[in-house]
Each structure stands twice: as C-alpha cells, then as structure tokens.
C-alpha cells in the first residue's frame, strides 16, 4: 500500500464524533482550573504547520492527551532502520520495510 492509502488526517475523524481535535504539545495541565479559570484547562503550544510556538489555553471536559511513539533506536546498538532491524512506526519506515520485504519475496 502507499503511503496515501494508510495514512490520513485525524481531526475529521473526531469532528464526526464531536471531538475537538488540537495538535500541539502540552506545556500545563491544570486539572483544578486556577484562580481565574474554574474550569479544567491546559496551556498548549501549537505543533500544526505555521502554527509552531502559538500558545493557547484550551478548556477541556475530558482530555486526552496521546503521545505518540518516541521512537528510541539508538537505546540497542545495532537497531532500526538502516541497520539490522526494520520499523512500521512511520510512513517512511513501513515503505522501507515493504520495499526490503518485497526484495526477499523476489530473491525467493
């Protein structure tokens, strides 16, 4: 499969479930609110193409804050792409694990 087959933009997914979907890097969580907020809110920074290091305090209801892999090859020398151990975490790693895959399927 390409690239454009598996991957897609989040944010339209949510929004067909209500969710209001924000990109960005949470900088404060404030369950509690503070003294001029009752409500629950976080300080986020933008991550979204032209949109880096705009910061924004969102109420929320229910958070969910999702991390995302932090892909650590270099923790086992000899690990990930490029070396002796292929990876699907990322677009790019899965083309190129197909691609090798692909490369033994015809060398059999």
Known sequence: MTREQVTFPLAPVYQRKHIRFEQGRA???HPEGSGENAKPFIVMERTGSGQ?????SLPYDYLVNATG???????TEGLGPGKHSLSVCTPDHAIEA???FLAL????
């Open 69 to 75: 892999p932090k892909l650590n090859f270099a923790a």
């Open 98 to 100: 197909a691609e090798r």
């Open 105 to 108: 399927v015809e060398r059999m």
């Open 27 to 29: 900088i404060e969580v």
């Open 52 to 56: 880096a290091s705009d910061r924004e």
